[in-house]
Structures are given as structure tokens and as C-alpha cells.
């Protein structure tokens, strides 16, 4: 069977005529199912969808009974999506993220039953409620809260260092933003600034830097991946779990191969480099800038949950890190002069998203958003490396791998590692 | 309660006693002498425990599928004097087998394990068991089907006091019965400690006791999981019987520490009037459970 599909398939690009050969028989039969006449169309698709909803239906009525009942004890999960701590006590936002409704009877906190409010009712399937528990924490210290379930069953959640949750006011948002601006817009711009020295390389070093940019960012996507499936852990999964960071994934690919083809689209009589090369710059820019709201989710909700010192290493870890995006944004600008403001705003596309993913982590603080979101950074950068790798080409021996590009992935890849290593976030 | 004033359940509720078919603050001062007649001039004490499967909310709105005798967990206590003669007839009317097996002294066909005698009992089969009430002291009974733990920790335990000749001197007198439950069933400690079968009943409800007056409290382990459990008094020493098999106290003391299956007599006269707490030493046990409070009222001073 393998070997009539791949003949078949071999086919196809040879001989244009063997696809329509292909096709064939299906186009006939469309033709005889329309060409009966008698039965107009509207009544077939009514007539179908009447067999399918009774269909559904009568499963969902008898079928189901013909299964035994489950056996076993009910099924108890819940997950933590928000902590908030305060002075004298800690609150919990849950969400029940198994199959059956989960009564939470009492609660202990370190080995000590505490008074609560609360979680009167039993929470339903994918419904929430807050536990507010009266415990005078101390700072900075650990502490597991153990729910205990009405049947028996301990739930337990670590808080691993205690910290008054900051207040979600004017001045903390204002913070964040200050923050993000650190970590995301300036970095940014700063690694813009080698835009004059690249136009003096030869063709040769931009290949290289373009190469070096694709070591880049494959190491923020494998980053983003891995940080966005731990999130996903933690939210339980009754939203999907890791699914959620490729289902961010794959849409934003999707949304962005859309988007670059209308903009290639809006501008055929311009498809020189100089266009083409602009149109990467903010398609890279896009990119990285997905990948900034991530990396401003992680630090908005670290800080948020008291996990996050900032101090001036880490933002000038996040800083160093960051500056070498800049340079990636640039790197397909060799050929071209851009105005000043259309660099700014490329920096903005790059860099802003760490604002506002500092803001949203700080006050949302939901693990299933964040590993979406987390998704759409992976998904963006994919797309840009995609678009960036047919740039490597060697035009003169039309080699895509050459020792100079590879050498310049595998330095990306180490400057992103070595540069993530200041940030011990 | 709760935050800085301690542990407690959520709003200070507790559980539904008249559900559950036993509450620990009459459980308290219940003795069971059975039924008592005379054979060759001999006093003979008849009992008959069943051993039922039983669901108990064991803290508010947790329920325990629990094994025990008679329905509450401890069993009863059961009194005899030395030199009596026992009968305890022993009906498992439980879905799964089980024995008594008794402390004290007595032959090896009445010990309640498995294979020895008439070993197990199963489900819907009875037995009697037969002995003599000696030594005197304070003794367990407890199942003796494998799996040994599982069966203790789901609650099929209970005391039972033979008082010596002569009796000891008028007191008021209780029983506290120190375990916990495993309500995950993981084998890894217990989430809750109690003594006489609810956590912090005696928290709610102090234990009202006179000044002055001679206060005797038999006191038993028989937590599983867990090496070793405390008592602790505030406020105030006692006098303390290890076994109960002597009759001079080893100890004047506030803490006392026992292992799994040990026990022992303490003797208090309270001289101040007040709220006294009493609980597990072991302070992880008290904030999970096991604490509670004596209220000595002015009263009949002796």
C-alpha cells in the first residue's frame, strides 16, 4: 500500500494531468449526485443533519447507560490558580479541574487546622471559588495548605515563600510597566543601535548575523516551550494543559503567516530587498515581541507572588539578554535606510509586549492563560525562523549551511544561554 | 478561634454526634460491666460487641469509612474486677473478618489471632471469647486480622479496665482513648488526632470537673502510624499508674509519653478553679486534633 501512495505521490509534481487523473472519479460523482436534480441540495444537508442530531441524540440518551457506573472513589482535583497573601491570612483561588464536584471540608495549614471562609458549597466541574484562611504566616517562610476533601482525600498546595501579595493598584501597575520597559523596550533599541556597522559588512556577515539571529531565537522558542508546558502543569489541565501552549503555538503561526502574506500582498510593485527586508525586520520584531509578553507574564507574576527580587542584576540580566533581539530585528535591514521612527517603532513592536505581559502576569496570575500565551510566543518565533532561514543562502554557491552560518546558529544559541544565565528569576 | 489562637475546624463547627451513633463526651464517663451473674460462686461478666462497617464524619463534613465495635470508635469500655470471669461474645457483622484480640493474661485459644484457636471470624460468624479478668490495670482490645495497621486505623479498637480487689479509691472517672485517622489511606501518618473519637470535641465542649476532687483518668495509645503519642496537663501535676497494674504511682508529672498500645492511670486533684487544656505534646497532633479543656468549677470540695 506504502508504495502505491508514494508512487501516486511522485506522480503528482511530474505530471500535472495525473492530479486531475487523481481527482477524477470524486469530480464524477459530484457531478451525478448534482446531476440527479430531483432532490434539491438544502433538503440533503437538512435531511443529514436531522440523522446526525438524533444519531447524537439517542447516544446520549441509551448509549450511555449501556456503560457501568465508574468504579472507584469520586475523582478530586483542584487546581491553584491565584494566591494572594495578606497580613493574618492567605487566600486561594480554585478551580475544580476533574470530572466530579469537589467539597472542601477543612483545611490545614502546616500541620495545623485553620478557620476559613469559603468553598461553602462543593465546587463544580471547571467552576471556582476563594478560600480566604485566618493563618498568621511569617515572612518569607514555606508553607503547605492541605484541603482536605470530604471524602478523606488531602489536595495540598506549596506556597513556597511567604510575601504580602502587592496591591494591583495605579503605582504597582505603574511599576510593572517601568519594568518592562527595563527588561523589553530599552534592551531592544540598545541592540538596534549596531544597525550603522552592519551596513559596512560584506554580504557574508549579515548571513552570518542572520544565522546568528536564527540561534537566537530557536533557543527562545525551546525556552518559551519549556517554561510555557511547566505553567501548563500547574494549571491543572482542565483547560487542555500543555495542549493549550500548542494550541497558542499553532494559531499564532498561523496568524502571522496570514499577516505576512497580506503585507507581501499589499505591495507587489515594491518587491525589491530593501521591501522584502523591512517586512522581516517587523515580522521578526513581531515575533520576539510575543516572545517579550511571555517573558513579562513570567516576571509580572513572579513579583506578583512574592518570588522576585528586583534587583539590578536581574534587570540588567534581562537587559543583556534582550539587546541581542534588537540586533536580530536589524539584521535584515542591511540594504535599506529606514527612518528613524520606523526603527523606534520597530523597537516597540519588540519591546512593548514585555509591558504588557508584566502588567497581565502581575494581576491575572492564571497558569492556563500564561502557558497560552506562552504558546504564542513559540508560535511566532517559529514562523520567523521560517521566514529568515531562505536569507541564509549562500546566493553565490547556493549553500544554505555553511561553516560561517553555522557557526553563527551555534553562537546564538550560546550567547542566549550564557545571557540567560544573569537572569535568576 | 483560629489564626493566633489556634488551631480549630472551619467557624469552630463540629461534627453531627447523633449521626454518627456515638459522642465522645458521654463516651467519656461510659463504663460497660456487662451483664453480670453468679457461677460456682464466681462473678461471671457477659458482653456481646459486633464488629459493624460503618461511615463516620470524623471531622465536619468529612466522612470515614470506618470498621469498629459497636458502631463508635473506641469501642466500649468494658469493667470487670480481678478474678472475674469474661465472656465476650464477638459478632462480626461486618463485611470483612475480624477477631478480638484482648491484652492481659489468658490462654493461647482465647488470644483473637489468626490461625490460633478459632482465629478469624468472618463475616456473619460468632464467637465467644473466654477468660479471666486478670492482671489488674487498664488493657486494649483491638482486631487482630492482617492487615494489622489497616484494621486499628480504621477503628476497631477499644479499652477494658479491671479494677483491683477492692477497687481504688472513689473518683471521678474517664476514659480518653488517644488515635487519629488516615483519611487518604496512604499509610503516611494521620491528617487527623483525636482522643475518644472526635478531634477537638473536648476544645467545644470542656470537660467540666469539680475542684479538689480526686480525678482519674485512664489513659491509652492506640494511635497507628505514628511511634508515640503524649499527654500533657496544664496547670497542674498528676499522679501517674503505668498499666495501672500497681498501685503506687511511678511518676508526679504534667507529660507522659506512650507508645502504640501503652497506657496508664492519672490521678489530678485540681486546685484552682478555670479552663486548663490538656493535649498531645506532641504539638503537631494537638493543632491537628488532639487537644481539648478541663473546666474545674468550685463545687464539692473535699
Same mark, same amino acid.
Given at each position: 500500500?506504502?508504495?502505491?501512495?508514494?508512487?501516486?505521490?511522485?506522480?503528482?509534481?511530474?505530471?500535472?494531468?495525473?492530479?486531475?487523473?487523481?481527482?477524477?472519479?470524486?469530480?464524477?460523482?459530484?457531478?451525478?449526485?448534482?446531476?440527479?436534480?430531483?432532490?434539491?441540495?438544502?433538503?440533503?444537508?437538512?435531511?443529514?443533519?436531522?440523522?446526525?442530531?438524533?444519531?447524537?441524540?439517542?447516544?446520549?440518551?441509551?448509549?450511555?447507560?449501556?456503560?457501568?457506573?465508574?468504579?472507584?472513589?469520586?475523582?478530586?482535583?483542584l487546581?491553584v490558580?491565584?494566591t494572594v497573601i495578606a497580613p493574618g491570612s492567605i487566600e486561594l483561588?480554585l478551580?475544580?479541574?476533574?470530572?466530579?464536584?469537589?467539597a472542601v471540608a477543612q483545611v490545614f495549614v502546616n500541620d495545623s487546622y485553620v478557620d476559613f471562609t469559603g468553598a461553602d458549597?462543593?465546587?463544580?466541574?471547571?467552576?471556582?471559588d476563594t478560600l480566604v484562611l485566618n493563618y498568621p504566616w511569617q515572612?518569607?517562610q514555606p508553607y503547605t495548605v492541605s484541603m482536605l476533601t470530604?471524602?478523606?482525600?488531602v489536595i495540598e498546595h506549596v506556597v513556597?515563600?511567604a510575601?504580602?501579595?502587592?496591591?494591583?493598584?495605579?503605582?504597582?501597575?505603574?511599576?510593572?510597566?517601568?519594568?518592562?520597559?527595563?527588561?523589553?523596550?530599552?534592551?531592544?533599541?540598545?541592540?538596534?543601535?549596531?544597525?550603522?556597522?552592519?551596513?559596512?559588512?560584506?554580504?557574508?556577515?549579515?548571513?552570518?548575523?542572520?544565522?546568528?539571529?536564527?540561534?537566537?531565537?530557536?533557543?527562545?522558542?525551546?525556552?518559551?516551550?519549556?517554561?510555557?508546558?511547566?505553567?501548563?502543569?500547574?494549571?491543572?489541565?482542565?483547560?487542555?494543559?500543555?495542549?493549550?501552549?500548542?494550541?497558542?503555538?499553532?494559531?499564532?503561526?498561523?496568524?502571522?503567516?496570514?499577516?505576512?502574506?497580506?503585507?507581501?500582498?499589499?505591495?507587489?510593485?515594491?518587491?525589491?530587498?530593501?521591501?522584502?527586508?523591512?517586512?522581516?525586520?517587523?515580522?521578526?520584531?513581531?515575533?520576539?515581541?510575543?516572545?517579550?509578553?511571555?517573558?513579562?507574564?513570567?516576571?509580572?507574576?513572579?513579583?506578583?507572588?512574592?518570588?522576585?527580587?528586583?534587583?539590578?542584576?536581574?534587570?540588567?540580566?534581562?537587559?543583556?539578554?534582550?539587546?541581542?533581539?534588537?540586533?536580530?530585528?536589524?539584521?535584515?535591514?542591511?540594504?535599506?535606510?529606514?527612518?528613524?521612527?520606523?526603527?523606534?517603532?520597530?523597537?516597540?513592536?519588540?519591546?512593548?509586549?514585555?509591558?504588557?505581559?508584566?502588567?497581565?502576569?502581575?494581576?491575572?496570575?492564571?497558569?492556563?492563560?500564561?502557558?497560552?500565551?506562552?504558546?504564542?510566543?513559540?508560535?511566532?518565533?517559529?514562523?520567523?525562523?521560517?521566514?529568515?532561514?531562505?536569507?541564509?543562502?549562500?546566493?553565490?554557491?547556493?549553500?544554505?549551511?555553511?561553516?560561517?552560518?553555522?557557526?553563527?546558529?551555534?553562537?546564538?544559541?550560546?550567547?542566549?544561554?550564557?545571557?540567560?544565565?544573569?537572569?535568576?528569576? | 478561634m483560629g489564626g493566633a489562637n489556634g488551631a480549630t475546624f472551619r467557624g469552630g463547627a463540629g461534627?453531627?454526634?447523633?449521626?454518627?451513633?456515638?459522642?465522645?463526651?458521654?463516651? %467519656?464517663?461510659?463504663?460497660?460491666?456487662?451483664?453480670?451473674?453468679?457461677?460456682?460462686?464466681?462473678?461471671?461478666?457477659?458482653?456481646?460487641?459486633?464488629?459493624?462497617?460503618?461511615?463516620?464524619?470524623?471531622a465536619p463534613g468529612v466522612?470515614?469509612?470506618?470498621?469498629?465495635?459497636?458502631?463508635?470508635?473506641?469501642?466500649?469500655?468494658?469493667?470487670?474486677?480481678?478474678?472475674? %470471669?469474661?465472656?465476650?461474645?464477638?459478632?462480626?457483622?461486618?463485611?470483612?473478618?475480624?477477631?478480638?484480640?484482648?491484652?492481659?493474661?489468658?490462654?493461647?485459644?482465647?488470644?483473637?489471632?489468626?490461625?490460633?484457636?478459632?482465629?478469624?471470624?468472618?463475616?456473619?460468624?460468632?464467637?465467644?471469647?473466654?477468660?479471666?479478668?486478670?492482671?489488674?490495670?487498664?488493657?486494649?482490645?483491638?482486631?487482630?486480622?492482617?492487615?494489622?495497621?489497616?484494621?486499628?486505623?480504621?477503628?476497631?479498637?477499644?479499652?477494658?479496665?479491671?479494677?483491683?480487689?477492692?477497687?481504688?479509691?472513689?473518683?471521678?472517672?474517664?476514659?480518653?482513648?488517644?488515635?487519629?485517622?488516615?483519611t487518604?489511606?496512604?499509610?503516611?501518618?494521620?491528617q487527623l488526632y483525636?482522643?475518644?473519637?472526635?478531634p477537638f470535641?473536648?476544645m467545644n465542649?470542656?470537660?467540666?470537673?469539680?475542684?479538689?476532687?480526686?480525678?482519674?483518668?485512664?489513659?491509652?495509645?492506640? %494511635?497507628?502510624?505514628?511511634?508515640?503519642?503524649?499527654?500533657?496537663?496544664?496547670?497542674?501535676?498528676?499522679?501517674?499508674?503505668?498499666?495501672?497494674?500497681? %498501685?503506687?504511682?511511678?511518676?508526679?508529672?504534667?507529660?507522659?509519653?506512650?507508645?502504640?498500645?501503652?497506657?496508664?492511670?492519672?490521678?489530678?486533684?485540681?486546685?484552682?478553679?478555670?479552663?486548663?487544656?490538656?493535649h498531645?505534646?506532641?504539638s503537631e497532633f494537638a493543632d491537628l486534633g488532639w487537644m481539648?479543656?478541663?473546666?474545674?468549677?468550685?463545687?464539692?470540695?473535699?
Amino acid at each position: 500500500m506504502s508504495t502505491t501512495e508514494e508512487s501516486r505521490d511522485a506522480e503528482v509534481p511530474r505530471n500535472p494531468d495525473a492530479r486531475v487523473d487523481a481527482e477524477g472519479p470524486k469530480s464524477r460523482a459530484g457531478t451525478r449526485t448534482g446531476g440527479s436534480g430531483r432532490v434539491p441540495l438544502w433538503v440533503l444537508v437538512v435531511g443529514l443533519v436531522a440523522v446526525l442530531v438524533a444519531a447524537l441524540g439517542g447516544l446520549a440518551a441509551y448509549g450511555g447507560q449501556t456503560l457501568p457506573e465508574r468504579l472507584g472513589p469520586p475523582v478530586e482535583e483542584l487546581a491553584v490558580e491565584r494566591t494572594v497573601i495578606a497580613p493574618g491570612s492567605i487566600e486561594l483561588v480554585l478551580r475544580n479541574t476533574g470530572p466530579d464536584p469537589v467539597a472542601v471540608a477543612q483545611v490545614f495549614v502546616n500541620d495545623s487546622y485553620v478557620d476559613f471562609t469559603g468553598a461553602d458549597e462543593p465546587i463544580g466541574r471547571l467552576a471556582a471559588d476563594t478560600l480566604v484562611l485566618n493563618y498568621p504566616w511569617q515572612d518569607g517562610q514555606p508553607y503547605t495548605v492541605s484541603m482536605l476533601t470530604s471524602t478523606g482525600l488531602v489536595i495540598e498546595h506549596v506556597v513556597d515563600a511567604a510575601v504580602a501579595t502587592p496591591e494591583p493598584g495605579f503605582e504597582f501597575l505603574g511599576l510593572m510597566a517601568l519594568v518592562g520597559t527595563y527588561v523589553g523596550v530599552l534592551p531592544v533599541l540598545l541592540g538596534m543601535l549596531v544597525l550603522p556597522i552592519l551596513r559596512r559588512t560584506s554580504g557574508r556577515v549579515v548571513r552570518v548575523l542572520l544565522a546568528l539571529t536564527v540561534g537566537l531565537l530557536a533557543y527562545l522558542a525551546l525556552d518559551a516551550l519549556l517554561e510555557g508546558l511547566e505553567l501548563a502543569a500547574l494549571s491543572g489541565g482542565a483547560f487542555g494543559g500543555p495542549v493549550l501552549v500548542f494550541l497558542g503555538a499553532g494559531l499564532a503561526f498561523l496568524a502571522l503567516t496570514t499577516i505576512d502574506k497580506v503585507l507581501a500582498g499589499r505591495r507587489p510593485d515594491e518587491r525589491d530587498a530593501g521591501s522584502a527586508g523591512m517586512r522581516l525586520a517587523v515580522m521578526i520584531a513581531i515575533g520576539i515581541g510575543l516572545h517579550n509578553l511571555g517573558e513579562g507574564l513570567v516576571i509580572g507574576s513572579a513579583y506578583a507572588v512574592g518570588e522576585l527580587a528586583l534587583g539590578a542584576a536581574l534587570i540588567v540580566g534581562f537587559a543583556a539578554h534582550n539587546t541581542t533581539e534588537g540586533l536580530a530585528i536589524v539584521a535584515p535591514l542591511t540594504t535599506r535606510r529606514p527612518s528613524l521612527w520606523s526603527l523606534v517603532g520597530l523597537g516597540l513592536i519588540a519591546g512593548a509586549p514585555a509591558i504588557l505581559g508584566a502588567v497581565i502576569g502581575a494581576s491575572v496570575d492564571n497558569a492556563g492563560l500564561s502557558a497560552l500565551l506562552f504558546g504564542v510566543g513559540v508560535g511566532a518565533i517559529v514562523q520567523v525562523i521560517i521566514q529568515i532561514v531562505p536569507g541564509l543562502r549562500d546566493r553565490t554557491s547556493g549553500r544554505l549551511l555553511d561553516p560561517a552560518t553555522l557557526g553563527g546558529l551555534g553562537a546564538g544559541v550560546v550567547i542566549m544561554y550564557l545571557t540567560g544565565l544573569l537572569v535568576a528569576a | 478561634m483560629g489564626g493566633a489562637n489556634g488551631a480549630t475546624f472551619r467557624g469552630g463547627a463540629g461534627v453531627d454526634h447523633a449521626a454518627n451513633g456515638f459522642d465522645p463526651r458521654t463516651l %467519656l464517663r461510659e463504663f460497660d460491666y456487662g451483664t453480670v451473674s453468679t457461677e460456682n460462686g464466681r462473678t461471671v461478666r457477659d458482653w456481646t460487641i459486633r464488629a459493624e462497617d460503618r461511615d463516620i464524619e470524623v471531622a465536619p463534613g468529612v466522612v470515614f469509612p470506618a470498621w469498629t465495635f459497636n458502631g463508635s470508635i473506641p469501642g466500649p469500655t468494658l469493667r470487670a474486677t480481678a478474678g472475674d %470471669l469474661m465472656r465476650v461474645r464477638f459478632v462480626n457483622d461486618s463485611e470483612h473478618p475480624h477477631t478480638m484480640h484482648f491484652h492481659g493474661i489468658h490462654p493461647a485459644d482465647m488470644d483473637g489471632v489468626p490461625m490460633v484457636g478459632r482465629g478469624i471470624i468472618s463475616p456473619g460468624e460468632e464467637f465467644t471469647y473466654v477468660f479471666d479478668a486478670e492482671p489488674f490495670g487498664l488493657h486494649l482490645y483491638h482486631c487482630h486480622v492482617g492487615p494489622l495497621a489497616e484494621h486499628i486505623a480504621r477503628g476497631m479498637y477499644g479499652t477494658f479496665i479491671v479494677d483491683p480487689p477492692g477497687g481504688r479509691p472513689p473518683a471521678d472517672e474517664m476514659i480518653m482513648v488517644q488515635h487519629g485517622y488516615n483519611t487518604t489511606f496512604d499509610g503516611e501518618g494521620n491528617q487527623l488526632y483525636a482522643v475518644n473519637g472526635i478531634p477537638f470535641v473536648y476544645m467545644n465542649d470542656p470537660i467540666q470537673v469539680r475542684r479538689g476532687e480526686l480525678v482519674r483518668i485512664y489513659l491509652v495509645n492506640i %494511635l497507628e502510624y505514628d511511634p508515640i503519642n503524649s499527654f500533657h496537663l496544664h496547670g497542674n501535676f498528676f499522679d501517674y499508674y503505668p498499666t495501672g497494674t500497681r %498501685l503506687e504511682p511511678s511518676e508526679f508529672t504534667d507529660t507522659v509519653i506512650q507508645a502504640q498500645g501503652q497506657r496508664g492511670i492519672c490521678e489530678i486533684r485540681f486546685p484552682y478553679p478555670g479552663k486548663f487544656m490538656f493535649h498531645a505534646h506532641k504539638s503537631e497532633f494537638a493543632d491537628l486534633g488532639w487537644m481539648g479543656f478541663f473546666d474545674v468549677v468550685d463545687g464539692a470540695e473535699s
